[in-house]
Structure formats: C-alpha cells, structure tokens
C-alpha cells in the first residue's frame, strides 16, 4: 500500500479524529491556532527519511526535538535536550548528558510510559548506521542526508553511559558533527514506541504514526489537504500558547497568496518574489526577512559526452546573464551567486573572474571544444517555487535563451516531486536545475552533501562527477582544528569548483514570512522553520 495513503487512512479510521477529506473551517481554526500555507504535501512524516521539503524544514521542529539545536544568529550549536557535552583529546568521542523530564507524545496510537532517556538516543542514530537495527530497512532504509554527509562512515557507536548520558564513537575526528546533529533531521525517536510497533508487527508505523517530544503532535493528515497538528501539554520547556496549528497542502483553489489576502491562511511560508509587492501593500500583514542559506544552480550531469569537456561547461557558465536572471525571477531581492557557498557562509569566496556573463568567450570556448554548429542538451526543471529559487521556469527559460544565443538549443522538462534520490533514473537527462538550502552553517554542509565522491556513490551527486582533490581538501578541513587553516582549504575547494564546473551558480535567494498582524512570536532561521509554541494571537 502506498505509505501516505496508509497515513491518511490509518488517521481517518481513528474516532477521535473527524473530518477526513473536509474543506478546512478556517474560522473555528482562528479561534484557538492558525493556518499556515506554502508548502507541498509530506511523503513522510521522518525527517530522518528526506532531504528537504515540508518534512524537515516545518514539521520536523514541531513534532521533533534534536540533542543540540542552531543558534539562528551565530550558527553555531546551543544546548537543547543535551544541556553539555564533552570531547575526549583525540577528537572521537562526544559524551552528552541529557535533560531530565523530556515527555514524549501521548497520541491516540501510543502511551509512553516513561520520559526519553540515552537509550532513545541509541535507538534513533543506530537505526541510520546499523543495517542490523530492526528499523534500519524500514521504509526502504533510505537516508539521503545523512547519505550526503557519509554519516554511517563517521559516526561508530552510540552508547548509553546511563539513563541520562550517551557517548557518541566517531571514527575520526570531525569539526560539523555537532552541527550535524543540531539539524532538523537528527530526531529523536521513542524506542519504547519501536518496540511496540515491532511486537505488533507495525513497524512502518513509526515513520506512518510520528512520536516525538516536540511542542506540538501529529492528529490529523488529509493527503493533499491538511496536517493538523494539536499541542503537547507535557511540552518539556513550556506548553505552546496555541491549541492548534494547521498545514493547509491543498493543490485545489485558487493559489497560496490569494488565500492569504482572504484570510484562509494566516502564515505564507516562502512567498515568491513577484508576490513581495501585493504583500507589502497589505495593512494587516506583515512581512518578514533574512538572509537565507541558499543557492540556485546547475548540475551538469559529467557523463555526457559534451558535458564531460570542462571547455563546454565553462561555456555554458560564461553564457548565463545573471543579472537579468535577479531582475525578472528575484525583482532585485537576490543576489549573484560568485560560487556555491553564500555570502552569510564564514569560508565565503567571491570569484566574479569566473562567474560573469561573457558570451564571446562562451562561443571561443563552444568552438575550441568542437561545437561550433552547436550543440543539443535537456534540462530537469521543478515545477514547485523555493526560496532559492522563486520561479524555476522562468528562471529556465532565460537560460534556454541565453544558452540559443551561443548555439546551444535546450529542451526543458519539467519535473514535480524533485528528489534526489531518484537521480539514477534520471542519469539520461544532461542538466538540471536544482538548488540548496543549508542545515547547518559549516561550508561542508553544502560542499559534501552535493558534490562528493561519497554523494555520488549515494547516487545524491547530480553532476556525477568525483574528483579526489576536492574530496581531500574537505576531509581535511573536517580534522584541522585551527579556523584560519580550514579557511584556506574551503577556499581551495571552491576554487576547484570554479576550475571544473560541475555545477554553475546562479543566484542567493532571500528568506521570507509572510503573516497576518493578529499573530506574533515568530522566530526567523536561516536554515528552517522555528517551533511555533511562543505564537500567540492578539487582539485584531
């Protein structure tokens, strides 16, 4: 059975969840929560399962609480259920001592009966590196950020020390690993829910069914409709102020903004660009922003017999008007991007040498390489808009042109549910637009998920393309413990990005919120969605 259909008819069945396949009651909603709309519908609900998406950059910090968390401003890794940690001198072994009083969901498909402890800890990392755990084949045992990331060589074990300590075995030192662990995806699982499902035979359930300890639960999911999710009064910080919160993923209707303008939605996440302006005149909404941790791009599939020549990918770079590109996809709230990291990132390196628009010296290089009669190339474009990336196919569309004018003819495909985990059977098509929001503030979380020889055995690389060197440069920088030294090895890695194009920068997108006045006690990150338990409504 298709796993969301299971959801949703898994949730319907239960009594005390009423009004399956029903319009949304914005107006009873209002009364005690909010509706928050711009986001597709979740394929599950484990971050630990996904990339990206609704899962891990909205649900995730409601349902969910992680061991550390991100400071928004600093980026750095704060307390969260771990209150301190220690590392040993050699670099390999974290040892957290946990919050006591962490109360997991009580739900209509689970009774805890005890507060989380360091064997849930276990319970939740071991299922991603041990092929032996009982869920680690569970629905389809795919992890394709920690794939990414070549967690399960990193990480060896994780113990419990006792009910309130765990230790973390890495295998060699690793200076993102705390902020690794502070992401949205590094959940924690309840093992006393697991052994349930699995006496039960049910074991899919975790993924189906979520229990975690986060400010808010799971209670109703409508495939295509809505995610309700109700307050957990046992919230181990404080109880949320709203009863409710509401996740309209309607595709029917007219579009998310006009439900915002009509008050059926309270919260616009990521509104697009062109939409800033009808927002900003608006006297009962306000507008939030801040700059995200993001980037559009290209990946150029390095398999293809042209794509292979570095000549025809710098060709392809050189031919691109960017500036253009911010004009009509950004309405000028984007900015150039000079290489994959973005400017907030601290190893940030500007190369306006290589990434400029020069359609002369795209044609010499067209024509050194042997394609001076052309050449005839396709491109995976999405269909759904991303902070990164308001308006895929606009934006595809004027590189189409850009590329016709150097010879080049480009058919796009348009593509809906983008996931890469799906690129080998995707290995036939030559280019792909694609994009990339970080989850931490360390350079590799952008340099390793995307363009390691690691990610490529994963089959996560799209370019498909490894190059020892570069690998080298971000293994190091992951050991050296003095910043000026891993400074001067990202450097060196972007510089070979810019030498190689296995990917072609586009543009840095901004990070917006839009919502109604009624509401305060929204917290802005550039990496996900806050939790949403300070949200309260005020007297409109």
Known sequence: MNSLLRITLGLCGLSLLAGC????????????????????????????????????????????????????????????????????DSGTEYTFKLHSGVNFHTTAWFTPTRPLNAKDVVFSFKRIIDPTHPYHYVSNGNYPWFAGINFSSLLKDVSAVD?????????????????????????????????????????YNIDDLPVGTGPFYLDEFNFNDLVRLRRHDGYWKRPAIMKQVVF?????????????????????????????????????????????????????????PALNDVRVRKALNFAINRQN???????????????????????????????????????????????????????????????????????????????????????????????????????????FL??????????????????????????LNASMWCNSDFDFLLDLALEVDRPRYRLNLYKQAQTILNQEFPVIPIAHGMQFKAYNKSLTGFRLSPFSVEPFNDVKRVAE
């Open 21 to 88: 396949g029903e319009e949304i009651d914005h107006t009873q909603i209002r009364q005690s929560g909010f509706v928050y709309c711009g986001q597709g519908s979740p394929s599950t609900f484990n971050p630990q399962l996904v990339d990206s998406g609704i899962t891990s950059e909205a649900l995730s910090p409601q349902l969910y609480d992680t061991l550390l968390k991100l400071d928004p401003d600093t980026h750095t890794p704060i307390p969260n259920i771990a209150t301190q940690w220690q590392l040993n």
């Open 163 to 203: 009910d309130q300590t765990v230790k973390f075995t890495l295998s060699r030192p690793d200076n993102s690993f705390l902020s690794n662990i502070a992401t949205t995806h590094a959940v924690i699982l309840s093992e006393e829910y697991g052994q349930q499902l699995q006496i039960k035979d049910e074991k």
């Open 248 to 304: 309209d993923i309607s595709q029917r209707g007219t579009g998310t903004l006009a439900k915002l303008l009509r008050n059926e939605c309270d919260v616009l996440s990521f509104p697009i660009s062109s939409q800033i302006p009808v927002i900003q005149k608006q006297d009962n909404i306000d507008l939030s922003i801040k700059p995200a941790m993001n980037v559009a791009f290209i990946a150029v599939n390095t398999s293809h």
């Open 325 to 431: 590109i911010l004009d009509s996809v950004y309405y000028g709230t984007g900015s150039i991007a000079y290489n994959i990291l973005p400017p907030s990132s601290w190893a940030y390196q500007k190369d306006d040498i290589q990434i400029r628009y020069d359609r002369n010296y795209a044609l010499g290089l067209l024509r050194d390489a042997g394609y001076a009669n052309g050449l005839e190339l396709t491109m995976s474009v999405p269909i759904e808009p991303r902070s990164y990336n308001p308006s895929p196919r606009k934006m595809a569309e004027m590189i189409q042109a850009n590329f016709a004018d150097i010879g080049v003819t480009m058919h796009l495909i348009p593509e809906s549910n983008v996931n890469r985990s799906q690129l080998a059977e995707m290995s036939h098509i030559d280019l």
């Open 434 to 459: 694609r994009g990339w929001t970080g989850d931490t503030g360390d350079p590799d979380n952008f340099l390793r998920p995307l363009l390691s020889c690691g990610a490529n055995r994963a089959g």
